[in-house]
Structures are given as C-alpha cells and as structure tokens.
C-alpha cells in the first residue's frame, strides 16, 4: 500500500485534478472522496426545488402558448418572409468612456445596424447591432455577417419556442441556418435574437418580458408596475471637487447608484482621491462602483485598494490586468469585484470557464448582451451568477434607445430570475439591482423619433426606466430615416448563359453575378467537382456591397455544356489547361479588368494554375482545400487509373450510385456531421451534362496534369491558402505549399508572410466553405483588405 499514492478530495473539481493527475503521472492512486450526508441532503432538495420550478415554469409558458388564438399553427412555427438592415449613424453629446479621443476631436458618433425581420403573419421586430469596436468585431466585420444572415435566413422558420432561450437559440441557428453558433459575432447575434424575440411578442400581441418569462396572469400582458432602476455613468474627468460636484448633481436628478471610471490618470493614488471625495459629498445612502477596465497592475490595483477601503465600494469591475490575478486581489485587497472584461471573453463554453470565479468577493458579474453574444448566453451566465449568490448588472454599450428598451425588459426578466433562485436556496432576497443603461445620457440624436423616456420616477423618487414604454417603443417602433446612411436588402443575382470558343473547345456557361456592375474588385468562384456556382451564393451576396461577384458552372456542371462531344472517344480530350484557358477568356469576356479568384478543391487547382500563367490578370488567389498536384510518377499513375474508373462509373451505373459512393469517403466524414449535409449531397445530383461531368473527372485527374510544386517558388501572386482543421490531408499541404512559396522569395520568410497566407478554418474538414462559412468569410475579409 505504501507504493500507491494517496489523494484526499471533497469536491468535484478537486476528483477532476486528482483524475488528471493520476493519468498524467501514469501511476496507481487511491482518491479518497469525502461526502457528508446532510451536504448530498441539502443537494438534493435544492436540485428538487429547481426541478419543481422548472416544471412550473415549463406549464405557465406551454399555457401560454397554446392559449386558443395564439398561435400560427399546430407547430408554433413562424416563417421568415423578409430581412433588410438599415446602417445607422447618431451623433453622441460625449465620447463613449470605451474610447480615447484627441482633444482636437469635437465630434462624436455612434454606428451600427438597425436589423428588420419580418414573419409572414405580417408581424415585425426589430434588433440593433452596434459592435464596441475594442472587442474582436468591428462595423464591416459586422456588415458582411448580415449581408450573409439576410440571404440564409429568407423563408427559414422560427418558432416561438426560442423565447425559452436554455441553448434554443444555438440549436436553431446550427440546425435551421447551419451556421456554427460560436462564429456568429456576438453584436451580430445580439441583434439578430432581438429582432427574432421582437417578432415573436409582436405575432403574439405581447413583448419581450412575457414571452421571456409568460406571466401567471394571462390578463396581465404588460407589467405596468414594473420598473428598472439605473446606474448613472461617470468619466472621472477634472479635480476630485469638480468630479465630486457632478456626482451630487446627478443625485439630485435622482440616481441612486454611480460608476465611476478609474485607472486613466496614470496613479491610482488620484482615483482614490476622487472616490474618497465623492463619498464625502454624497453621503453613505448612495452606491458607488468603479471601473478600471483591466487597466492597473496588481500593484496598483492593491495600491487603490488600500486608499478607498473606507469608501464602502459596492464593487470594483476588472481592476487587474492579468485575469490570474483577479483571485489574489480577492483574497488581499478586502474590496468586492465584479467581473466584466472576463466575462466577455469567454463566448465559448461560459460556464466552464466561470467555474474558478466563485470566490465570494466576487459578487457581482456586468453583462453585456450585446458584447457576451445576445439573450441566450447573457441569461446562462446570469442564472450561474445567482447560483453563487451574485448579483447581475445589465450593462449596456452606448446603444441607442431599441436595445435599451430590449435591456430594459431582459433586467427585468433577469429580477425575476433572481426571485425563483433565492427561494430555492432559501436566501434573503436582494435590493432591486440599479443596471447599467446610464449611457442613454450619452445620445444626442437616435434611431427612432420616439427614444425611450428614461426619467426620475415619482412615486420611488429615483430614475428608473419603465417596462411599459420600453414595450411600446418596440411594439410601435420607427426608424429615423434621418440617421441611416444605407439600406441592405436582398441581393438579386443575374443568372446568364455565355458561349465561349478557344482553340476548338466550345462551352456554354452558366454564369451567376451578384454586387456592383462597375466595381473594380471583382470576385470569381470556382467550385469543385460536383459542385455547381450556386454552391457560392451565400458567400458572394456577402461580398457584394464592395464587390462585383461571379460564379460559374464548370464545363460538365450544373447547366453549362461542353458542345462537340459525338464521337469523342473514351480518351479523355480535356485538362487543366484547356480548362484554365477557357476560363481566361470567359473571364476576360465578362470580366475585362483584373480579378481575384476564388477556388475550391478542383477549382483552387485551376485558380492555382491560373495565377501561376496569367499574373497579368490575375490580381490575387484565395485556394480552399487545393493542391499543387503530385510530384511522384507512380502516385499520378495510380491516380489516373482511380479517377478513370470513376468516370466509368458515373457513365455506366449512373451519377446517384456515384454521389453515394463518393461522399461516403473519409475525406467527407466532416460535412456528413453538418445538419445541411442531404441537402448538399442531394444537389450535387443537379448537371445536365453527365458525359462532360465524366471527361472533368478524368481529364482533370490530379495525377494526369504535370506537378505545379516547381513553379510555386516563382508564383507573385498573393495566395490565400486555406484547409479545415479537421483535413488533415491538405493541413500538410498547405504548410508544405507555404514554405515552398517561400523559399522563391530568399530567406527572410517573413516577406512570404506578407505576400501569401495560410488559414485554418476551425470545427470543419475538407468542405470549409459549406461546413464553416462564416470563418472562410472573415478569412476573406481580412486577404481583402491586403490586396
């Protein structure tokens, strides 16, 4: 016994550790587990009450539902009939406290995107997307997610069961859309799940509140009563006196709760002097936060700290910079922190992550929905929070007057939340939380002629924003045409059959354009074998605001036809560079100024070996899942005798025995995985040129054309190279590629970098484009911006 190691634990995270530890170490251990009966006892009933609330809620919101005349159909399902996205621009009276300005600046503004959504009943909601800018989105990025959301979602269904958020969301938006939940920006999806619950309380004749959280009362569809009490917002900006002053100024208007704004002077010595003379002047009845965005060290966090424990803080949001820290300054400082920053960056698996912040000086979290990713993941972090026994602030992000109304009703949601869960755990309940939508005060101009009415309450003498008229702005929501600078709707696409003839070869194209007609960037697809130009729809209706974008039916596929074929023997007569030339005089006919290509799998060989001939034209190369060729004789050999096989295949037993077989393969293993997979499958049937489709496959064999691995050092045109992570295949490819363009350029790698890329697409195999689109757009976006 004395050989085997011994592990005491006595939580789940302590058997987790002692776990890892006993694999990693790769030796015999004994985990002691100690429980207590009165602990699992108290567990259990706890788990009992929630259960029972669970299932209350689950009846109250089903009566709801189903009450006669309510709904559309047996099913609950609403249909998109149309989407369009207004740009806005509105002038604010203050820079945000986000931002720094240069004193020269006299101006400010805040931009974003008011999102329309119409259901087929006719009912609309409205959202906002209004991304910070200091987080990992930006307005374009947040443009070309919309462009694409307003194409995919068209005719998709919704149901009014995504108001019980719980992962609702992300199931519709995998499922429905095939969009990996997780790539969706979060103000994108913030604005996009606004709009949706919007639509739904509209098609219901009730608002966001009741559809959150249905009341009891079937009569009672808009909670008069209740309101949201506001923290006003403060940049700590002059001497402490003068800081001072403008806080009793604001509590005369009738704020109870201030957050101020540290760590920006440069000493953390001059912010505790200002709090200090803030609580001096406003007495001990009013709450003061404070804010240092991550901006101190731990040593000037504690140097803070060390000033202000007298000042009774309600809290300090993020006063560390490194997130390791936080912990420690809990256990030194004998401040409360709440948790803001932290909290943004965990968009993926939140409470996984939220599992090392229990430690009770951190009582409060600030959620941001339009920063942590919408509702639905703002509300799973909330219900953590008051399972710890911490308390939620709303907090939002200079957004006009429709995402605070939408804030006002989810804080009020939230309030109720936090009732159920302190009777569950037999909690004293907490004072009403004063949320964070104090930046109202911030808009000079807004979205709608109507703003939200944010003001000091009679009756409670405080301000306060009422649940009531944040319903009826949305319910009666107008845009102020006065502040939108562009409209996004519905792209049309010109579809057309062009003849080209070159060199004895004759194909009738099937040509789709989306975007501007005189734009000089200009866009070309090319899909791979089975594909057609449709497959890029999505993508190219996303580009075509800034970019003329065109797609094309290879020869064999779709509708375009190779003319001439009688009496074509069994030899295949077609290759890469017959194929690359037509294309060239396609392009050139339809597309006269230089383009960049983009191509995948078959089509980002021949957008390789198009940029490798025709530099001239040929502005830059994006290539998905492409290969150079292969460089061993008998491993091309072996390759055209597979891919002739193939071909006989299709022609004798026919193209649905092919695709079968075909996307059973390991390559496709990934795309099998997607919700949309039988759809794709089931469109790579549509060609009606199956004898041309045969001689592509053979005659395009990667092993019948000569290797392009040699002329790869001398290639000047910038290649963006991308592989799933999942494809393991072309991963070795594109890094071999990546140093073989490289070593052209001598030896600093570092320019190879700047002219060529490398990309891998995350959660996806060899069919990036269609399993992960959203992560081939960025990828995009971001070689755009090179060129």
Known sequence: MCSIKHLHVTTKEELKEALCVAQHEQMDCMIEIESSIDANASFHSILKKFALQTVQHTMNY????????SIHDEFCLYKIRKIQCSKYRIALKAPPTSTFVVDSCKEFYKEGFILSLELEDGSVGYGEVAPIGIHRENLLDAEYQLRFLIHVMQHVDVSCFLSLLRGSFSHWIWHELGIMP??????????????????????????????????????????????????????????????????????EEGFSAIKLKVARRGDPMLDAAIIQEVRKKVGCQIIIRADANRSWTYEEAMKFSSLVKDCNLQYIEEPVQDEDNILKFCEESGLSIALDETIDNMQENPMEKLVKFTHPAIAAVVIKPSVVGGFENAALIAQWAYHMGKMVVVSAAFESSLSLSAYTQFSSYLEMLSLGTFKVLDNVVAPAVAHGLGTYRWLKEDVTPNPLFICRNPKSG?????????????????????????????????????RIELNNVSCSFEVRETGLQTNDNVLVFLHGFLGTGEDWINIMKTFSGSAKCISVDLPGHGKSILHGLEGVGEEPWLSLETVADILHELIHHIAPGKVTLVGYSMGARIALFMALKFGTKIKGAILISGSPGLNDKLSRKIRVAKDDSRASTVITHGLQLFVSSWYAGELWKSLRSHPHSSRIIASRLQHDDVQSLAQMLSGLSIGRHLSMWEDLPN?????????????????????????????????????????????????????????????????????????
């Open 62 to 69: 089903l009566s709801w539902v189903f009450n006669e005349g």
């Open 462 to 498: 405080f301000v306060e924003a009422s649940v009531a008229d944040a319903s009826r702005l949305v319910r009666d929501f107008q845009v102020n045409k006065k502040v939108v600078s562009s409209v996004i709707v519905e792209e049309e696409v010109r579809q057309y059959q062009c």
């Open 182 to 251: 997780s790539f969706i920006f979060p103000s994108v999806r913030c604005g996009l799940e606004m709009a949706i619950l919007n639509a739904i309380a509209n098609a219901k004749g009730s608002n966001m509140l009741n559809i959150l959280h249905p009341s009891i009362n079937e009569n009672n569809n808009c909670e008069t009563s209740l309101n949201v009490k506001i923290c006003a917002l403060m940049d700590s900006n002059g001497s402490p006196t003068e800081v001072a002053n403008a806080a009793a100024k604001l509590i």
């Open 715 to 787: 290639c000047r045109v910038p290649l963006l190279i991308i592989h799933g992570e999942k494809d393991t295949k072309f991963r070795n490819i594109a890094q071999k590629m990546m140093k073989t363009l490289c070593s052209g350029l001598g030896s600093k790698h570092e320019n190879g970098n700047a002219i060529h890329e490398v990309v891998e697409i995350p959660n996806c195999g060899h069919a990036a484009h269609l399993e992960n689109p959203l992560a081939i757009i960025a990828a995009i976006a971001r070689y755009l911006t090179r060129l």
